[in-house]
């Protein structure tokens, strides 16, 4: 997909984000980073790189069926891509990648669509199934349904089932599995705005949700991480907008929150990623873009913080733990880069060989011996030859 321009870009792109009340992964940086509607062109790529368990560069692989944005899930060694937004409008496509087909060249199937479109939302696996809930459908009220794919030997036999609604619809909550189960706290009311306090817990064993304790603090655009057996939810935004560094950790076996010690760094949806007893903090991938170039280490048992500098201004980097060290892929710097990152033993980040497609906000799929980056967007200058499905 080619843009004319900045305007026409922003009007296609926060077409979704402003009619679901919520904010463009790169609304603010492109409103900045020139005077010149025409300067800039973004579309979403097909881009499939892996890097496997000691490689020293990147392999290309099959490139996606179709360009998006998604939600992504791994089941029995495969990766699943649901919904998604290609510029247009929240999508209902299903697809998946087998790394090991064709003789480990890897290859996609277009698996059976979902019975209704999402952007935004989020899939996870477990048992046989993967569990695809939340988003956006492009209406005013975020989606309360419950979509559960079976997959089938062949793209015929999948089988989507409807589970149980959801209690509550809001707009951006902060969603994760563990221990089995699907687990959705706060978010944004989806009349007033304002932020929630509303927690609930799915069960796939067990039959519908269930509301839990509340969020001690009402926010939305927070995330979360499971370390020691507790659920922890950090950062994100109260209902006037205001970015908060707050860390409160659920116990689900209590069904009881406690408060820990706060983030030094306020941040809106931030992109947690843990390593052992540390989880790094990386900016934004949706909304309200900060620059910085330096992530924040939180020590889970003690609550400490520290800064580490990064080598560039991250901005929806794609962020992940492989081979035990955490690896930043990608992101925005004046335009889409291909640089990647990875900390070392001595506390430092440093350069390892890149990405063949530059781009941000790609994801980054961990399998048993590789990392996969998937898809993301290209912001380029006009004046380079761009191509969108490079591969």
């Not at 979403?44 to 490139?63: D, I, K, M």
Request: charged share 20%; net charge negative.
């Amino acid at each position: 997909m080619r843009y004319p321009g900045l305007r026409a870009l922003l009007a296609a792109v926060l077409a979704l984000a402003a009619a679901a009340g919520c904010s463009n992964p790169i609304e603010e940086y492109l409103r900045d980073v020139s005077d010149d509607d025409d300067d800039f062109l973004v579309a979403p790529t097909t881009a499939n790189e892996e890097l496997a368990s000691g490689a020293q560069a990147f392999t290309v692989r099959p490139s996606i069926p179709r360009a998006r944005v998604e939600a992504a899930a791994v089941l029995d060694g495969r990766v699943y891509l649901f919904g998604g937004d290609s510029g247009t409008g929240p999508l209902a496509f299903a697809d998946r990648y087998d790394p090991a087909a064709d003789a480990g060249a890897g290859a996609w199937t277009q698996r059976r669509d979902m019975p209704r479109a999402r952007a935004d939302a989020a899939a996870f696996a477990i048992g046989a199934s993967i569990y695809v809930l939340g988003g956006t459908d492009g209406s005013f009220e975020p989606p309360v349904a419950l979509d559960i794919l079976t997959p089938g030997p062949t793209p015929q036999d999948d089988v989507w089932t409807s589970g149980p609604d959801l209690l509550e619809a809001r707009r951006d909550p902060a969603t994760i599995a563990a221990g089995g189960r699907i687990f959705v706290f706060g978010g944004f009311d989806a009349q007033s705005g304002a932020a929630s306090s509303r927690a609930e817990r799915f069960d796939p064993a067990g039959g519908g949700w269930v509301p839990i304790a509340d969020l001690p603090t009402a926010r939305g655009l927070a995330a979360a991480f499971v370390h020691g057996g507790r659920i922890h939810v950090v950062g994100g935004a109260a209902g006037d907008g205001t970015p908060l560094a707050t860390v409160e950790a659920y116990d689900p076996a209590m069904d009881s929150w406690e408060t820990r010690p706060s983030l030094v760094q306020p941040i809106v949806d931030p992109q947690p990623v843990l390593e052992t007893d540390s989880v790094f903090v990386f900016q934004s991938r949706r909304a309200g873009i900060i620059p910085a170039n330096q992530v924040e280490r939180y020590e889970v048992p003690t609550g400490a913080s520290a800064f580490i500098p990064y080598p560039i201004t991250q901005r929806l980097v794609a962020a992940a733990v492989f081979e035990g060290r955490v690896h930043g892929f990608g992101g925005l710097e004046t335009v889409s880069t291909s640089r990647v990152f990875r900390l070392e033993p001595s506390g430092a980040f440093a350069e390892i060989p890149g990405l063949g497609t530059a781009r941000q906000q790609a994801r980054a799929v961990v399998l048993a011996d590789r990392v996969l980056v998937l898809g993301g967007y290209q912001l380029v200058k006009r004046d380079v030859d761009f191509d969108p499905n490079p591969f």
